[in-house]
């Protein structure tokens, strides 16, 4: 079974921390990208991170570079997100998502069309 759970969303005030949680199925994460994806009010769902849990080759948006960073744990087939200096730009609904990589082991682009096994979400609200 595939499957993808996102937590650790919830409300902070302007630079504040929080670090979202994925839990993947071993079909979903052993030895593929996993990427952090987000959806803004009103706007497009952008991608924010990636990892390749093969190798440990990190990608970020660079709207979060410096500010977030993405990690995997393999005992518990988890990768996380690590969220610092937030701001009310970052309030979203926060995506994990997992795909293969291509033969070479690289990942595609950090594009939601490019990711096939999607997690609900997770609200992330900042204040001002």
């Known amino acids: 079974q595939v499957q993808l759970v996102e937590s650790g969303g919830g409300s902070v005030q302007a630079g504040g921390s929080l670090r979202l949680s994925c839990a993947a199925s071993?079909?979903?994460?052993?030895?593929?990208?996993l990427g952090w994806f987000r959806q803004r009010p009103g706007k497009e769902r952008e991608g924010v991170a990636g990892?390749?849990?093969?190798?440990?080759?990190?990608y970020y948006d660079d709207s979060v570079t410096g500010r977030f960073t993405i990690s995997q744990d393999n005992a518990k087939n988890t990768v996380y997100l690590q969220m610092n200096s937030l701001e009310p730009e970052d309030t979203a609904v926060y995506y994990c998502?997992?795909?293969?990589?291509?033969?070479?082991?690289?990942?595609?682009?950090?594009?939601?069309?490019?990711?096939?096994?999607w997690g609900q979400g997770t609200q992330v609200t900042v204040s001002s």
């Open positions: 998502a997992s795909t293969r990589p291509y033969s070479d082991n690289r990942c595609p682009p950090l594009t939601p069309g490019s990711y096939k096994y």
């Open positions: 071993i079909y979903a994460y052993s030895n593929n990208c």
């Open positions: 990892i390749y849990t093969g190798g440990g080759s990190t």
